[in-house]
């Protein structure tokens, strides 16, 4: 009996993704991207930094801003297939252009942080919604000045604008993983229980010291007390390499975009990091260090304190 073997078409990527692929990969603009990220580095924003970045959320707050422009310039579409509404549909553009501003601060600031290819896109996705301000701008002066049709024919050319730019800002978050949390994988891949990962002696004190459970990096810092904290070494802003960072004030500096995380607990005490890192409970066993993942309850810290407890 005789077996054929199938034959499989190539799949081939469609035209978009090979647009998008080619513009990850496209350096002709990477000194308008240098330029533009040192001017929004050096915007004198304060704490207003980390609020923009979403920090206090617990993820980026771009995404959450942009629904007001979205919302009402879609809103205003809607009214614009049907005459006799251009008043009302132009009061919404006029919402969507003043929520425009701080939404476009808080990407532009997001967007600075980020990787090089993460950036090319990103420029695109900031030009495409500039263009959309244009248009809704242009077309919210036409009607004022009566030229309704003028501008409800500008206002759906600033409704496509702001399309591709959405589009593009979804590559940006869902292709990219800009603005996702780094280190969500890690409560699911590290089994329970005790894992050891070394002497004590090979853990100089203040000094970040890369290990691995489960195939999954972890920093390990032993402070000059003798206190010892471990963290999941990649940082959960873009997976920055945290045992390459800085140590200081019973914290962690990433090196990458300068996210600092407190290594008690992991909490992220400062931006652009909007999540903050997995924390394993740590104890010495016949001169061995041995990290176990902490819950979220407390009692694994309970328990581990009673167990330091009873071995001093």
Same mark, same amino acid.
């Given at each position: 009996?005789?077996h054929?073997t199938?034959?499989h ?5 469609n ?11 496209q350096?002709? *603009?990477?000194?308008v991207? +240098?330029?533009?990220?040192a001017?929004?580095?050096a915007?004198p924003?304060?704490r207003g930094?980390d ?5 206090w959320l ?5 995404p959450?801003m942009?629904?007001?422009p979205i919302?009402?310039?879609?809103s205003a579409a809607?009214? +614009?297939l049907?005459r006799g ?6 009061? #919404?553009i006029g919402v ?6 701080p939404a476009?601060l808080?990407?532009a600031?997001?967007?600075?942080e980020?990787? !090089?290819?993460?950036m !090319?896109?990103g420029?695109?996705h900031? #030009?495409s919604n500039?263009a959309a ?6 077309s919210?002066?036409?009607r004022?000045?009566g !030229?309704?049709g003028a %501008?409800?024919?500008?206002g759906?050319l600033?409704l496509?604008a702001a399309?591709?730019?959405g589009?593009?800002?979804g ?6 993983a800009s603005?996702?949390n ?7 891949v590290? *089994? ?5 990962v ?5 853990f100089?004190a203040g000094r970040?010291?890369?290990?691995s459970?489960? +195939?999954?990096?972890l920093?390990?810092v032993r402070?000059?007390?003798?206190t010892?904290?471990a ?8 997976a920055g390499p945290?045992?390459? %960072?800085?140590?200081a +004030?019973g ?10 995380f407190?290594?008690?607990d992991?909490?992220?005490?400062r931006?652009?990091?909007t999540?903050?890192q997995?924390?394993f409970? *740590?104890r010495i066993?016949d %001169?061995?260090?041995e ?6 309850d407390g009692q ?5 304190? !009673?167990?330091r407890?009873?071995?001093t």
């Amino acid at each position: 009996m005789n077996h054929v073997t199938p034959r499989h078409r190539p799949v081939r990527q469609n035209r978009v993704l090979r647009l998008l692929d080619r513009l990850e990969r496209q350096q002709r *603009t990477d000194p308008v991207i +240098d330029t533009l990220r040192a001017g929004v580095r050096a915007l004198p924003l304060g704490r207003g930094r980390d609020l923009l970045h979403g920090r206090w959320l617990g993820h980026p707050v771009h995404p959450l801003m942009v629904q007001v422009p979205i919302g009402s310039w879609l809103s205003a579409a809607v009214l +614009d297939l049907r005459r006799g509404h251009s008043r009302e549909a132009g009061l #919404l553009i006029g919402v969507g252009l003043a929520a425009a501003a701080p939404a476009a601060l808080a990407g532009a600031v997001d967007w600075a942080e980020l990787h !090089r290819q993460q950036m !090319r896109v990103g420029l695109v996705h900031a #030009l495409s919604n500039t263009a959309a301000l244009a248009l809704y701008s242009a077309s919210l002066a036409c009607r004022t000045t009566g !030229r309704t049709g003028a %501008g409800r024919a500008l206002g759906f050319l600033g409704l496509t604008a702001a399309g591709v730019g959405g589009a593009l800002g979804g590559h940006l978050a869902y292709r990219q993983a800009s603005g996702a949390n780094h280190a969500e994988e890690v409560p699911h891949v590290v *089994t329970e229980g005790w894992h050891r990962v070394g002497g004590v002696d090979e853990f100089p004190a203040g000094r970040p010291v890369r290990r691995s459970v489960d +195939d999954v990096p972890l920093l390990v810092v032993r402070e000059t007390g003798g206190t010892i904290h471990a963290l999941a070494e990649r940082c959960s802003h873009l997976a920055g390499p945290l045992s390459e %960072g800085t140590v200081a +004030d019973g914290c962690v500096t990433c090196p990458w975009h300068g996210s600092v995380f407190r290594l008690s607990d992991g909490w992220n005490v400062r931006g652009p990091a909007t999540a903050p890192q997995p924390a394993f409970d *740590t104890r010495i066993v016949d %001169g061995h260090v041995e990290v176990r993942l902490r819950q979220g309850d407390g009692q694994a810290d309970a328990e581990s304190d !009673r167990e330091r407890a009873a071995r001093t």
